[in-house]
């Protein structure tokens, strides 16, 4: 298991992470397997996308604020205001699991993978990397 | 692979299935590796996310609900009328893959693995748990 | 890791791959472990649900495109004009993660694995299936 962390500055933002989890699976001389990309955290996620425009990035924020309004009379804002951010971590999830080979992700031309940020700006944002192959 | 099974009493509802899941991983005897959370029904999913304010399950069902109204001109519904459940279902997935390190499962302070039920109320659905590693 | 492509044929629809994935596990002579269904694409997803009503897949396919209406003033569509088939493909991911058992995939009665074209008609898209176990 590896880790890395991350701060982030805004209170919704999306963070490519593809170059430093592709580092951890070249230095772990594992030539072929799964990859999990995972974010301890209630209120982020992790998913696969589009990061060479990064409109597409805005975009898919502003689709989720259009599904997921905030404090549409939500009974978590009344505990800690951001019950929205929890609604949008459960739909796309803390994690995407990937493939690698020959010490690299196997990623479409398209592809990135994305921490996304719903209920910041957070000092301290967590990634988890798990290997398990040859 | 583990399995067991639990019945749900509500048309929608979460159950925590976090310690029994655990309880599968520390029996396992292995130390690290991947876990899956598998659910094999098509009106139901598993999610990770808050269960200490257990508002925030009825908030995640309450926005699902307002994004997938029942019964919108469903073609679904006229064979088995439950065509809402099915795309809640597709949404979130039947599955979530976590890590796990010392024979426990690797979670953030306020993540909980949830079994959502989108078409109960049922006397038995079953969740699949299946460990690699070492 | 094994591969196969597929064309579609319309701007959205879903296409069955159970029998090519479980083909996949057949031949790989394992008989336990988890397998990764993995589309490399931007504006594709993989989900499992049910295909014996097919109705289900249109059901699904309806309630995105209310959910995520095209051209919605995104950003991306002055690029490339597709903004709203990431934004699905975000939602539902490029992945699913099973298990299998005696060389066959774990999958519930009403359970098929689905591939999911946001973007088509496409002459070419590929699907990578990763195995892990014994």
Same mark, same amino acid.
């Given at each position: 298991?590896?880790?890395?962390?991350?701060? %982030? %500055?805004?209170?919704?933002?999306?963070?490519?992470? %593809?170059?430093?989890? +592709?580092?951890?699976? &070249?230095?772990?001389?594992?030539?072929?397997?799964?990859?999990?990309?995972? =974010? !301890?955290?209630? =209120?982020?996620?992790?998913?696969?996308?589009? +990061?060479? @425009? &990064? +409109? *597409?990035?805005? @975009?898919?924020?502003?689709?989720?604020? &259009?599904?997921? !309004?905030?404090? $549409?009379?939500?009974?978590?804002?009344?505990?800690? +205001?951001?019950? $929205?951010?929890? *609604?949008?971590?459960?739909?796309?999830?803390?994690?995407? %699991?990937? =493939?690698?080979?020959?010490?690299?992700?196997?990623?479409? #031309?398209?592809?990135?993978?994305?921490?996304?940020?719903?209920?910041?700006?957070?000092?301290? &944002?967590?990634? *988890?990397?798990?290997?398990?192959? #040859?």
């Amino acid at each position: 298991m590896s880790e890395f962390s991350l701060s %982030t %500055t805004r209170s919704e933002e999306m963070i490519d992470i %593809t170059g430093r989890v +592709n580092g951890i699976v &070249r230095q772990s001389k594992l030539k072929a397997g799964l990859c999990l990309v995972y =974010t !301890p955290h209630a =209120t982020a996620a992790v998913i696969v996308n589009e +990061n060479w @425009d &990064r +409109n *597409i990035c805005e @975009d898919i924020l502003l689709s989720l604020s &259009r599904m997921v !309004p905030k404090h $549409a009379d939500y009974k978590h804002d009344k505990v800690d +205001n951001n019950a $929205a951010a929890h *609604i949008k971590s459960a739909m796309l999830g803390p994690s995407e %699991t990937l =493939t690698f080979k020959d010490g690299a992700l196997v990623l479409g #031309k398209w592809q990135a993978i994305m921490f996304c940020e719903f209920d910041g700006p957070r000092q301290e &944002r967590r990634i *988890i990397v798990e290997l398990v192959g #040859k």
